[in-house]
């Protein structure tokens, strides 16, 4: 779980996206609870500060613009000053927030928390929940036709405070559909036929039953994507993670990944944001599921409404149970990690493969490589990458086995993703001062050589074990290949050993030439 969180973060884009619905300020007042009121059996808050912060709509905004997408949005606002403040605090987190309408009859809307002691104790709500007047309708739906033809993707933030009327959501599929773009609705109203040709809906596990009538999640699923002809939708199922179900029927589930939940407040804008930037990514269902559940993960121990950077993500999924798994990184943190290895003296030494099945010949060339340096770093092939090298049988162990497999050998001191089919980005990203590879590349080229040697680095060839390799181990459970007494794998049981004759060495030794001109991983 966490190596495909390491992996769906790296692969995010910066996209533009565009939000539009109900526009939401947040207030918070925070403070301490000593005793209760001699007027009424009620505590008596002894408060310390306010804080303001986008909400609803503007809290999915928000949190694409942290997540690193180009964001802008539309929706209404009060002629009052909390309109104000929320238009500048949007701007603050880099959302464009000129599609934002002023409405002279609804004030902004405001929800008030009243917070002791990490604790919420009450909620004040002030909003107008009247549908948009006509001429602040019209002037929605023009801003939400221009930001059609600029950006990727559209999603809808869907509280049912009234900015989501029938006119608007038909303006907005329609302008987005034309182009061929996505829209995603965060759906809470049960006027949910408005949304119909949308591309996803995202809702929980009790709107879904409100909406769809029924309580099994799967068939109220199944209706809501029949009656708006989604292609998929996602369900937050708050305890036991969320689920994602396309059109065809299949059903991606993920367990929650929080460690500690502090607040679900705004967990479903985040879910929903990170959701649809791994979508306009170019990442599959099962990657963005994974991407939104890390998000919740790190979302619901943060308390009131928040956001989650990449750079949280990253952190999160380094925290995976087990101290060897904290030495898996993404290359992003782990070039700070690097930075502070040299500040202490340390060169940094690198290798790369796919360690699928890890041997003995993994083995020996890690601590080779690891005599050569203070430091050292394993690339690792995702499983995309390996199936891209090696064929749809590979890879036998997920990425996330094979990370934690190395990282419990003490010869390695960091392990991180690539999902290219060559190391050379991660080689230029992480800059090591020993580039290691097999005795095998003797005359080839090696990736990345050029590059270290440019500024003063060095490429170091390890000796091979012979008679070794994963294709033989495989071979070997599969009983199609003799087994080489001077190279049992330590893992396989397989009786007395016998010698390999020499057109089956010959023959071999070919696979495994031709499978190193293929790609970097052994």
């Given at each position: 779980m966490h190596g495909r969180l390491f992996t769906a973060v790296e692969?995010?884009?910066?996209?533009?996206?565009?939000?539009?619905?109900?526009?939401?300020?947040?207030?918070?007042?925070?403070?301490?609870?000593?005793?209760?009121?001699?007027?009424?059996?009620?505590?008596?808050?002894?408060?310390?500060?306010?804080?303001?912060?986008?909400?609803g709509a503007a809290n999915v905004a928000n949190n694409l613009a942290v997540l690193g997408a180009r964001t802008s949005c539309a929706g209404t606002v009060g002629d009052d000053l909390d309109g104000r403040s929320l238009a500048e605090r949007m701007r603050a987190c880099g959302v464009d927030a000129r599609g934002i309408v002023v409405d002279r009859v609804k004030p902004t809307i405001v929800k008030t928390r009243l917070i002791a002691h990490n604790q919420q104790m009450l909620r004040i709500d002030r909003e107008k929940k009247e549908p948009l007047a006509s001429p602040v309708e019209r002037r929605l739906t023009a801003s939400i036709r221009r930001a059609a033809a600029t950006h990727e993707a559209a999603v809808v933030s869907d509280y049912n405070k009234g900015t989501l009327t029938p006119e608007v959501c038909r303006s907005l599929i329609d302008a987005f559909a034309r182009r061929k773009r996505p829209v995603i609705v965060?759906?809470?109203?049960?006027?949910?036929?408005?949304?119909?040709?949308?591309?996803?809906?995202?809702?929980?596990?009790?709107?879904?039953?409100?909406?769809?009538?029924?309580?099994?999640?799967?068939?109220?699923?199944?209706?809501?994507?029949?009656?708006?002809?989604?292609?998929?939708?996602?369900?937050?199922?708050?305890?036991?993670?969320?689920?994602?179900?396309?059109?065809?029927?299949?059903?991606?589930?993920?367990?929650?990944?929080?460690?500690?939940?502090?607040?679900?407040?705004?967990?479903?804008?985040?879910?929903?944001?990170a959701f649809v930037l791994g979508y306009v990514s170019g990442l599959s269902l099962e990657e963005c599921a994974v991407l939104a559940n890390g998000a919740a993960g790190v979302v619901v121990g943060k308390i009131g409404t928040a956001t989650v950077t990449r750079g949280e993500l990253i952190e999160y999924a380094t925290a995976a149970e087990g101290s060897s798994h904290r030495k898996v990184l993404a290359p992003a943190a782990l070039r700070k990690a690097l930075a502070e290895e040299r500040s202490r003296g340390h060169r940094i030494a690198f290798t790369n493969g796919c360690f699928d099945l890890l041997h003995v010949g993994h083995v020996r060339l890690l601590e080779f490589a690891r005599a050569k340096g203070d430091v050292l770093v394993v690339g690792l092939n995702t499983d995309r990458s390996v199936r891209r090298l090696k064929g749809d049988a590979r890879p036998i162990l997920g990425q996330d086995e094979r990370a934690a497999l190395l990282a419990a050998l003490e010869c390695v001191d960091y392990v991180t993703f690539f999902d290219e089919d060559t190391p050379d980005r991660l080689v230029r990203t992480l800059r090591p001062e020993v580039l290691v590879k097999g005795m095998d590349y003797r005359g080839k080229r090696v990736v990345g050589r050029d590059f270290v040697e440019s500024y003063g680095g060095r490429v170091e060839l390890a000796p091979l074990v012979e008679g070794v390799s994963t294709t033989d181990?495989?071979?070997?459970?599969?009983?199609?290949?003799?087994v080489n007494s001077s190279s049992v794998h330590p893992f396989i049981h397989s009786g007395v050993p016998s010698r390999h004759p020499a057109s089956g060495t010959s023959e071999r030794t070919n696979r495994r030439t031709a499978e190193r001109k293929r790609g970097n991983g052994r």
């Open positions: 692969r995010l884009r910066t996209p533009r996206i565009f939000v539009v619905g109900d526009l939401i300020l947040d207030r918070y007042v925070w403070g301490s609870v000593h005793r209760i009121s001699p007027e009424a059996p009620v505590q008596i808050l002894d408060a310390g500060r306010e804080e303001f912060r986008p909400g965060g759906l809470k109203s049960r006027d949910f036929r408005k949304y119909r040709g949308s591309t996803a809906a995202s809702l929980n596990r009790v709107e879904l039953a409100q909406i769809s009538g029924v309580e099994r999640v799967e068939e109220g699923a199944r209706r809501i994507i029949a009656a708006l002809g989604l292609k998929f939708i996602l369900i937050t199922l708050g305890e036991r993670g969320l689920m994602v179900m396309a059109r065809s029927g299949e059903v991606v589930r993920m367990p929650t990944m929080a460690r500690q939940v502090y607040d679900v407040t705004g967990a479903g804008d985040t879910v929903l944001a181990i495989v071979r070997r459970i599969r009983g199609t290949c003799p």
